[in-house]
């Protein structure tokens, strides 16, 4: 999607929250993120899981969540990739 939509102004970032202080961890991010062709921002958090579970309201992956241009967002939890394409085009319609 985001080489789609890029040109509307749409923006992905990924999350690991894998432990950043594992380097087997780190390096099998990296990779994975290598053959997924992922060009856009890659993030590993590094917060205790309590903080992130609190805030965000989710217990673990797979998670995805789509913010607006005014900040709202709405939270895939088993993510239907073909669904969350729909709303983002709904949403850059805006």
């Not at 999607?1 to 894998?18: E, G, H, P, R, T």
């Not at 961890?25 to 921002?41: G, H, P, Y």
């Not at 709202?72 to 085009?89: G, L, R, S």
Request: with cysteine; aromatic share 12%; glycine share 2%.
């Amino acid at each position: 999607m985001q080489n789609k939509y890029a040109k509307d102004a749409f923006a992905a970032i990924s999350v690991s929250l894998d432990d950043p202080k594992d380097d087997k961890a780190r390096q099998n991010v990296l990779e994975f993120l290598r053959k997924q062709k992922a060009t856009f921002t890659n993030l590993i958090l590094d917060e205790k899981s309590e903080v992130w579970q609190q805030k965000l309201k989710f217990d673990g992956p797979p998670c995805v969540f789509v913010f607006d241009r005014e900040g709202k967002w709405k939270q895939y939890t088993m993510p239907d990739y073909a669904e969350i394409e729909k709303y983002v085009a709904e949403l850059l319609k805006k």
